[in-house]
């Protein structure tokens, strides 16, 4: 049985920060995306701290970066890197290191070791120059537990006080002014969230590299005491600190926030609130998005192929094989993608609105409860959030659990969570076949993927995990506050352009394959690129494989070409429509003309009861393998046997549902 877990090295030599922290450390991500990396040689700071303390935010204000922030642990599972230009300080740039959120130097969790292995053990020369920890006014006894154990160390220490606003409004005062002394390092508030005093903080991190480390307050070795015995010195020097430099009012008020929690919290309500909101999201997406769409759609259809195909009549390039890659293939696959742009900018700018606002921890909270009672893992809920986003940094996000076959289960049903890019194509079908109920079609697929990861988890509990035992969720609820307009739109740029940037890599490299199997006659009477459709290798191969999905209705070889090309990435579905559709009819692959074919194949694969084979189509796009991405992420992970594992069981799973939805669906549609 294959339980690795441990995290791939960066390669040794590839840059300044693997050398210094040492090719020993499990280190996954040695660049940021959006982050210019600081001039070779350049002092290494290192960002810690323990999750939801602003740690992300903070590193995304310095450097410019664009990290994922959210309300839970795990949404930092790798090593973020990025230049922290300190011109003004006399110090050129740093390379200023975003480490995996951390409560304390003795882990529970493998993104709990890898921030001890970074700071602890490495030598002493491979250490980074400067530790700033982020620690939070509004549960700054919890944050200050990693500093008692980093001050116990020769480094340079500079605590970042934030949420000092949250503190006020609960009539918590932190006077920086005191804590300094206490902690016996320089103390500095900021607010990263909306990056202010961000410059005094540069001030001391170069005043800090231009002297010498902080003496440590007292080294463990030098003191014979048991691992309680230094526990609860480390608590007590901790409650001194906080002593010192922390005023509470007399009898503590109830917040706003503990009000509507009781609300939204609620054992009953909760779900049921949670379930509406995500309805909103879903349906304010389609209904906002769908004139944009079809504005866009008739812009690339028309006179952007038309000005291709002009261009490339300019040149002379008319044969047959460039115009069809050109127009048919890119500008008909790639275009056709490009028109659900907005509808993904709509999407993560309102997951954005909510996670910035408090919600999305509250709804890990709520929907955790409802796995707990059958069996799952309590911790496990949270890479399953991150999973609706993407799978890939979802899979990543399971070291947050403790347990080895704990992150095996979860990284099992990671894949059954719907990404994003499965949206596009909910939503292409659901327009389609369910114009008057699309946001509800689409929260409907969210629905059942929950209720596909809770079922397949509790089999799995039944049957390979029985002997496992489960964690509670540990979890800080942050208080509701307003969003915050640059941190939403940053937030959402980030993830448009990581999905963006993907897709297009992979869906080019896809839409040329297609259309070098579309291209490619079956017969010797046909000259390449000047076949039918119906007689390519592409459709040759399709038909082959088309009998075996006419149970669950969408015996089409058309349908069933694009799940194959959207084993690479789901995106691929639609720019596979666009380009077989665009090469089958003349049509240019618009969405009009798609939508009309797609009603007729459909409603001629499933005998006339087309409903039920787009629903039994959709789900099993829901649960077969997501892309080839996520396979690359759970053979690094867990193993290529349980990756095996997981393929055989997606493709199981995803069968099974497709036919028991069209053969009952049937029955009333």
Not at 118 to 147: G, I, N
Not at 307 to 319: D, N, Q
Not at 509 to 527: E, F, I, K, R, Y
Request: proline share 7%; net charge negative.
């Amino acid at each position: 049985m294959d339980e690795r877990t441990e995290l791939d090295p960066c390669e040794p030599g590839a840059d300044p920060v693997t050398e210094r922290f040492g090719t020993e450390a499990p280190v996954v991500s040695c660049h940021e995306h959006g982050s210019p990396a600081a001039p070779p040689g350049s002092p290494i700071v290192a960002l810690a701290g323990a999750p939801n303390v602003g740690k992300s935010t903070l590193f995304n204000a310095l450097t410019g970066g664009r990290r994922s922030m959210g309300n839970w642990p795990g949404t930092t599972v790798e090593v973020g890197r990025g230049g922290w230009r300190l011109d003004a300080h006399h110090v050129e740039s740093v390379d200023l290191v975003d480490l995996p959120g951390a409560y304390s130097l003795d882990p529970s969790s493998p993104d709990e070791a890898l921030t001890r292995a970074l700071l602890v053990d490495v030598p002493d020369d491979r250490r980074p120059d400067v530790v700033v920890v982020v620690v939070a006014a509004t549960h700054l006894a919890r944050s200050l537990y990693l500093v008692s154990q980093l001050r116990e160390y020769d480094y340079r220490v500079i605590v970042a006080l934030t949420m000092e606003d949250v503190a006020a409004r609960r009539g918590i005062t932190v006077d920086p002014g005191r804590l300094a002394p206490a902690l016996g390092v320089p103390v500095v508030g900021v607010d990263p969230r909306r990056r202010q005093r961000l410059d005094a903080l540069a001030s001391e991190v170069a005043m800090a590299l231009a002297g010498p480390p902080t003496p440590a307050r007292e080294h463990p070795d030098a003191v014979h005491l048991d691992e309680f015995e230094r526990a609860d010195e480390r608590f007590t020097w901790v409650d001194g600190a906080v002593h010192a430099s922390v005023e509470r009012p007399a009898t503590p008020s109830t917040t706003w926030s503990d009000r509507i929690d009781r609300w939204v919290l609620s054992r009953v309500l909760g779900p049921i609130l949670f379930a509406l909101m995500m309805w909103l999201v879903f349906q304010a997406t389609t209904t906002l998005v769908a004139p944009l769409q079809e504005l866009l759609d008739g812009w690339v259809t028309g006179p952007v192929s038309d000005t291709v195909r002009s261009a490339l009549e300019f040149v002379h390039l008319t044969h047959p094989a460039i115009m069809g890659l050109v127009v048919d293939g890119l500008v008909a696959g790639v275009g056709m993608l490009l028109t659900f742009t907005p509808l993904m900018a709509v999407m993560f700018l309102l997951l954005a609105l909510l996670e910035d606002s408090g919600y999305m921890a509250r709804a890990a909270v709520v929907v955790d409860r409802a796995m707990r009672r059958i069996g799952l893992p309590g911790r496990a809920f949270l890479p399953l959030i991150v999973g609706f986003g993407c799978n890939v940094p979802a899979i990543a996000a399971t070291r947050v659990l403790g347990s080895a076959r704990q992150r095996i289960l979860t990284a099992l049903l990671v894949p059954f969570t719907s990404c994003s890019a499965r949206l596009t194509v909910y939503v292409m079908l659901a327009a389609t076949f369910f114009p008057r109920h699309a946001g509800t079609v689409v929260f409907a697929m969210y629905a059942t993927s929950i209720l596909l990861v809770i079922l397949v988890g509790l089999a799995l509990r039944r049957t390979l995990w029985r002997t496992m035992g489960d964690e509670p969720l540990m979890l800080d609820l942050p208080p509701y506050q307003y969003p915050t307009p640059r941190v939403m739109l940053s937030v959402t740029w980030a993830r448009l352009q990581g999905f963006l940037q993907t897709a297009g890599g992979i869906i080019v490299a896809t839409v040329c394959v297609v259309w070098l199997l579309q291209a490619t006659p079956t017969s010797a009477g046909d000259a390449f690129a000047r076949v039918d459709v119906n007689r390519s290798v592409y459709a040759e191969v399709a038909q082959a494989v088309s009998p075996v999905f006419a149970p669950a209705g969408f015996d089409d070889w058309r349908s069933t070409g694009a799940l194959v090309t959207g084993f690479v990435a789901k995106e691929a579905v639609i720019s596979s429509w666009g380009q077989t559709y665009a090469l089958d009819t003349g049509s240019g692959g618009g969405d009009t003309r798609l939508r009309e074919v797609l009603r007729r194949d459909f409603a001629a694969s499933s005998g006339g009861h087309p409903l039920p084979a787009v629903a039994a189509f959709m789900v099993f796009l829901l649960a077969y393998t997501p892309c080839v991405a996520t396979l690359a992420a759970q053979s690094r992970e867990i193993g290529r046997r349980w990756t095996a594992f997981g393929v055989i069981l997606q493709l199981g799973v995803a069968y099974v549902a497709a036919v028991a939805v069209f053969q009952i669906g049937r029955l009333w549609w």
